[in-house]
């Protein structure tokens, strides 16, 4: 079965840039989807298609898509960022989601 | 404006069939794929499975042999059941509906969530 790999927690200042990543073999030719998830709320998407932005999200959220990592990136990092981020592809086999990142906002 | 509303029992008792519904407004049944997904507590996001009104369907294949995902066209509603189940079934069920047309597609739309706990 196909496997996501994110790290389980990204710690940020306020203002700096977050990096999440999100890793699977060959993952540069899926598409790759984030979500991010508030305490007690269901998922938003935030990226979809590895890089492209749903009408309402900030530009401060950015995706790329290469090899084996997606990454995506929030820019100028406020607390309301702080939450769960989850990548989520399509495979063969079915909807798979990573094990999702806790962002951290210091 | 695209709702998902989720409905169902809170409480199911241990080796018994979960049952939920997600009752879709403002967009049609028929046009997109239809999916559940669940988050045990404190944990992350798990696929259930995935319909279309074509027939086309998918499960998790670890829950393959307990679930069954259908349409209801009538009444614009997602249906879910999952059979036989234990504490590690408690969780809260999410529908959620694709973006475009495309299996692959993002999910643009979600349901609330509704929390399931299983009894002994």
């Known amino acids: 079965s196909y496997e996501l790999t994110q790290p389980p927690s990204v710690s940020v200042a306020p203002g700096q840039t977050a990096t999440l990543t999100c890793g699977g073999s060959n993952i540069g030719i899926k598409s790759v989807h984030w979500y991010q998830q508030r305490p007690g709320q269901a998922p938003v998407l935030v990226v979809y298609?590895?890089?492209d932005r749903p009408s309402g999200i900030p530009e401060r959220f950015s995706g790329s898509n290469s090899g084996h990592t997606a990454t995506l990136t929030i820019s100028r990092v406020e607390a309301g960022d702080e939450a769960h981020y989850y990548c989520h592809v399509w495979d063969t086999v079915g909807v798979v989601f990573g094990g999702g990142t806790k962002l951290t906002v210091l | 404006q695209v709702q998902l509303q989720e409905s169902g029992p809170g409480l199911v008792k241990a080796s018994e069939t979960l049952s939920l519904t997600c009752t879709v407004s403002?967009?049609?049944?028929?046009?997109?794929?239809w999916n559940w997904v669940r988050q045990t507590p404190g944990k992350g996001l798990e696929s259930i499975g995935y319909i279309h009104h074509s027939g086309t369907s998918n499960y998790n294949p670890s829950l393959r042999s307990r679930v069954t995902i259908s349409l209801d066209t009538s009444k614009s509603q997602v249906s879910l059941k999952l059979t036989s189940v234990t504490a590690a079934d408690t969780a809260v069920y999410y529908c959620?509906?694709?973006?475009?047309?495309?299996?692959?597609?993002?999910?643009?739309?979600w349901g609330q969530g509704t929390m399931v706990a299983v009894s002994s």
């Open positions: 298609d590895d890089s």
């Open positions: 403002g967009v049609s049944i028929h046009d997109y794929y």
């Open positions: 959620a509906k694709n973006s475009a047309y495309n299996v692959a597609d993002s999910f643009d739309v």
